[in-house]
Each structure stands twice: as C-alpha cells, then as structure tokens.
C-alpha cells in the first residue's frame, strides 16, 4: 500500500487549503484513514479519521473548521481546512490502518499558516 499526499503550501490566517491523500495497493475490508500532523518541536498528533463507514472523529482543536472525506472510487481521503490558524501549521500525514495492525504512512505535506 502507498499514499501519496498533496496539497500543502502557505496560507494566511483565516484562510483555506485542501490536502489530498492517494492510496493505492490493496485496501479493502475496514480500514480506517486518517490525518496527522506535526508541529516543529512537538508530537505528532491525530487530527481527522475517516472509517470505510464514513464514520468521522475530529481532534477537538479543528472542530468546525476541517472536514474529512472520502472517495472511494479513486481511494482518496481529503481533509478541508477553513480558518486556519498559524497553530495549524506542521506537517500533515494521511494514514490508513487496519484492526490487524497492519498500518502505512504518506510522506507528509507541509502547510504553513502565516499571522
């Protein structure tokens, strides 16, 4: 399995960016994709997930402003961001992992959110 993701770049305060995660190989069953992130200095950190139900969770600090979803035709995840924050600047990875354990991680994509 690979992911490829997309979409990073620098935004202002208060504006928009779309990351979008490729994946290709073998996905079925339940799996479920997710979005991290991490800031210089600190952990990385869960943002968004996505199950193959469509069911989605939210870190509390993106709440209301980033959506995540999917299409399953082309196997790719996006995450919306709106009003971002300079606190929303790292950078973001996409990964998709099953109940096996079995787990795959993108590259990552930077965004930059300036004040």
């Known amino acids: 399995v690979q992911l490829q993701a997309s979409g990073g770049g620098l935004v202002q305060a208060g504006g928009s960016l779309r990351l979008s995660c490729a994946a290709s190989?073998?996905?079925?069953?339940?799996?479920?994709m997710a979005w991290y992130r991490q800031a210089p200095g600190k952990q990385r950190e869960l943002v968004a997930t996505i199950t193959s139900g469509d069911s989605t969770n939210y870190a509390d600090s993106v709440k209301g402003r980033f959506t995540i979803s999917r299409d399953n035709a082309k196997n790719t995840v996006q995450l919306q961001m709106n009003s971002l924050k300079p606190d929303d600047t790292a950078v973001y990875y996409c990964n998709i992992r099953w109940a096996s354990g079995s787990a795959y991680w993108g590259q990552g994509t930077l965004v930059t959110v300036s004040s």
């Open positions: 190989g073998r996905i079925f069953g339940f799996y479920v």
